[in-house]
């Protein structure tokens, strides 16, 4: 049995996993607070005791006392501060293998708003806030009744003072909610279209420079720009103007106090010590409220990707509890299944059907925009079916394991990408216990071997971002050595010699034919004949339908009457997009 984590269970758990954490900072933000009495009490002390009764030692034993209990404060407020800190990674360290891992999955589900890296921005905002000092407000408010309670001992219009400067402030702080949520929002969204943006620039720069139309997509950059800019000026100079209004109101109600106890030390109704110890202990009862109002900004940010995060777990669950199931090695069933892009309605293939044997060799057929590759997409498990099932050995990809799955599954995109690594470990499909003879299997599997060796550093060789030190045929035949690594049972291949010389297109179809005589299954679609030398099978697609399937020169005798009938697919369609 495997067992996997629900996100729903993850993320209405997490927080409880720290609460022995969130119990010492609770424990720590009360002796805090309470140390926090130490500068009025020091004050009313020695206004009231120490300059009346001229007594020099107890002035220092009452500093050395209040000293050492403001270097205790110190010391309590690093470690929280610290604790805070590490609170945020251990948050980021629950929840980054889930986003992740739904971060893989996202664009394969729906369609992604800007570069898609949302969620990963979320996390980094959620870690951030949670260790500044912005949570530390929410531990201290709760002891601001006890400040204002203290107020009221010292004399009711203090204390009445005190209350009323903390119910403006709290008013601020709803204000700051309201105004803020939605330019924060707001500015979040530009984000996300200008990072698209830029990464698009980055990944089109050779078309760019060579047309000569960067001028213009970068005028659009500079508008999108402009807008987050503002967006984000908007969202700041509310948090800004609230920030500065409530530390005005704090040292205007400072000031008040002072002034209050100074006409209650005229009437002879209060000390002086009381009326330096209410100041104090005013500003120290605001403080935490003010800090609130100054991190709200930041405080919105966070709950807003909160809520993004969860929603995108439940939305993306990892799985549930299930038996391994053992290798296929029988059969591929496609039960009339239709599929649509993730995030669309329309289905682009309608109700494919057939059934293929081990040793099988499909060849995959028809016009531009006919759903080929989005059939293949479906076979691979890349895209889910709307309605109908994939099944080996009868049983729907979606009863293995992802990871589990993948070592039965071999792929070849139509648009080949590789990561930024070595030869050997894009063959091995970044496996860190993969074997030199298992590297050495797919490579030759491909025919690839030779071409490798022949670099300046083998298998060793760095491929690059994206594979970008390597040509479009070598990138290619990379990636159909990583697509066999592991002998999968089932091998699609999208267009995969589209960018192959004629030594690529051999190896090619000797790979093809090497998965039929071990018992695996491939799908191969084609828009060169050459794609079909070593397949026996033949699907012929039109309109996202299928219109004829069966062995391949019986099909291709009735769809093309032709002496040369893949001659005539290839001269209609390589001008024009699958």
Known sequence: MKQTSSPQLTLVGILSSFRRA???????????????????????????????????PTLVGLAVLAATLFVFQGVLELIRSRLMVRLGQGLDAELSPSVYSALMRLPLRAKLPGDGLQPLRDLDQVRSFVGSAGPTALFDLPWVPLYIGICFIFHFWIGVTALAGAIVLFALTLLAEFRTRGPTKIAGQYATTRSALAEATRRNAEAMQAMGFGARIAERWHAVNANYLNAHAAASDV???????????????????????????IKQEATGGIMIASSIMMGRALAPIELAIAHWKG????????????????????????????????????ETISVAPPGDQKPVVWDANFTLSKGSGLGVIGPSASGKSSLARALAGVWLPARGAVRLDGATLDQWPIDELGRHIGYLPQDVQLFDGTIAQNIARFDPDASSEAVLAAARAAGVHDLVVHLADGYDTSVGEAGASLSAGQRQRIALARALYGDPFLVILDEPNSNLDAEGEVALSAAIQGIRDRGGI??????????????????????????????????????????APLKVVAATERGVPA
């Open 522 to 563: 491939v799908v191969v679609i084609a828009h060169r004949s050459s794609a079909l030398a070593s397949v026996d099978t033949v699907l012929v697609m039109a309109n996202g339908r299928v219109q004829a399937f069966g062995p391949k020169d019986e099909v291709l005798s009735k769809v093309f009457r032709s002496p």
């Open 299 to 334: 405080f919105v940010a966070a709950r807003q990707g909160w809520a993004r995060l969860k929603q995108l777990l439940s939305a993306l669950p990892e799985g549930a509890t299930s038996v391994t199931l053992p290798p296929p090695v029988s059969t591929l069933v496609v």
């Open 239 to 265: 948090a800004g103007t609230l920030g500065t209004i409530s530390k005005i109101l704090r040292l205007m109600l400072q000031s008040g106090i002072l002034a209050i106890g100074a006409y209650l030390v």
């Open 22 to 56: 969130f119990s010492g900072i609770v424990l720590m933000s009360g002796v805090v607070n309470i140390l926090a009495l130490t500068g009025s009490f020091f004050m009313l002390q020695v206004y009231d005791r120490v300059v009346p009764g001229r007594s020099v």
